[in-house]
């Protein structure tokens, strides 16, 4: 089993119609080969983690890279694990902005108390940067 994490630039800012269409298109794909993960837009810029069977990934990985969306792919995990951390999603998402950041770091930050004890999860750490990163303010 393994992962794959990748930012990517959409070619245009995307509205919430063509987002929709993305994951509704993700969710199929991803059902229809076992494979779960997240997908993370803001601002013109994607995170996507994508876990499974090897081959499977693999398959919906090749098909992401050739996707005229999006520009400028960068891989920056692409590893075996050990289990699944988005095992119950077909393909999580959210567009990160103020209003939603918090409860998303929140639900990232109590998967890092079920993971710490058996591995560094780059994953989740990977996500945690991105949305801590990402010129977002989080206002209470």
């Known amino acids: ?14 509205n919430d119609d063509q987002l929709i269409d993305i994951l509704t298109s993700a969710r199929k794909n991803n059902a229809e080969r076992n494979v779960s993960g997240m997908l993370l837009y803001s601002e013109g810029t994607f995170i996507q983690v994508l876990e499974g069977e090897d081959t499977q990934v693999d398959a919906i990985f090749a098909k992401i890279e050739t996707d005229p969306r999006h520009k400028n792919l960068i891989t920056l995990i692409n590893g075996s694990i050990v289990h699944k951390n988005f095992a119950e999603w077909a393909m999580g998402f959210t567009t ?3 209003a939603k950041v918090a409860d998303l770091l929140g639900y990232l930050k109590s998967m890092d108390s079920v993971h710490e004890k058996s591995d560094n999860n780059a994953a989740i750490i990977t ?6 990163t990402n010129k977002l303010v989080i206002r209470s």
């Not at 089993?1 to 995307?14: E, G, Q």
């Open 96 to 98: 990160v902005n103020t």
């Open 127 to 132: 996500l945690k940067t991105f949305i801590e």
């Open 1 to 14: 089993m393994k992962n794959i994490v990748y930012l990517s630039t959409a070619v245009t800012l995307l």
